[in-house]
């Protein structure tokens, strides 16, 4: 399964980034990220440590494996993601410079220290709809993982 999130760049922000999320070729679902700073999985990592501001700044682009077999330290205890997902959320691998990248729920870039909120970009710098949107992605790649098929998520 190739997931791809294309960044837009027609209207940047000095604070968040809005993408479009699709899954094979297919629309799914807006996203929101923290601002996009310019960094690409190819740079070297101290050139990516530099550029990167904490929990305000959105992952390289580039391509990374995606696994629902982690539980989140973080999300496990809230309710709903323990009830939904065991608190096994979309984790990005190997992500250089970050760690615990996660696809999940939430309003705006605040929502995301690096993650990738889903939703719908109906609202200037915000997403709604957004448990709708998780819900409808995650179990889309747990049809994927239970074939058992490799989950890939390109950030363009």
């Known amino acids: 399964m190739n997931i791809t999130v294309k960044r837009l760049r027609m209207h940047p922000s000095k604070t968040y980034t809005i993408g479009h999320l699709y899954i094979d070729d297919v629309y799914y679902c807006d996203t929101i990220e923290d601002k996009d700073r310019g960094l690409c999985q190819s740079m070297p990592l101290d050139e990516i ?6 929990s305000q700044t959105a992952i390289p682009r580039g391509k990374y494996r995606v696994t629902l077999n982690v539980i989140s330290p973080k999300f496990y205890s809230k309710t709903y993601y323990k009830r939904f997902c065991n608190g096994k959320l979309p984790r990005l691998i190997d ?5 615990g990248v996660l696809m999940h729920k939430g309003i705006n870039e605040n929502s995301s220290a690096g ?4 939703g719908l970009n109906k609202i200037k710098g915000c997403v709604i709809k957004s448990q709708e949107c998780f ?10 993982r239970d074939k058992p098929e490799e989950i890939w998520i390109t950030i363009e």
Do not use: D, T, W
């Open 115 to 118: 993650c990738i909120i889903l």
């Open 135 to 144: 819900e409808k992605v995650y179990n889309k790649l747990r049809e994927a």
């Open 49 to 54: 440590k530099k550029r990167k501001v904490k």
């Open 95 to 99: 992500v250089p410079g970050f760690e």
